[in-house]
Structures are given as structure tokens and as C-alpha cells.
């Protein structure tokens, strides 16, 4: 899931997992967020020198 600017102030790809018991139910999830700024900002920078 990818999270705009405008809505959280920075940009983020989030991922989560299911955390399941030995019966197959959820019973909880990890969540990991990733700020994507810098990557937009590189991709801005390399775009500018292509051919």
C-alpha cells in the first residue's frame, strides 16, 4: 500500500503480515512502513541526465 504526501506529510510504502496460531487464525500483524522521499528525490536527480 502506498500512502500520499498530502495525506500523512511524507510519502510511504507500508507492508503487512498476519501473525497466525497453529490453527490458521489471525491473532495479530507486523507492520512496516518505509519512508520513500528519498527515493523520489534520486529518481527525480537521475531523470534529469537521461539521454
Known amino acids: 500500500m502506498t500512502v500520499s504526501a498530502e495525506l500523512l506529510v511524507v ?18 500483524r507486523v507492520d512496516v512502513g518505509l519512508n520513500v522521499d528519498k527515493a523520489n528525490k534520486l529518481s527525480e536527480v537521475a531523470g534529469c541526465y537521461q539521454m
Do not use: E, Q, T
Not at 507500508?14 to 496460531?21: G, N, R
Open 11 to 28: 510519502s510511504l510504502v507500508s507492508h503487512a503480515i498476519p501473525i497466525k496460531d497453529d490453527m490458521g487464525n489471525v491473532i495479530g
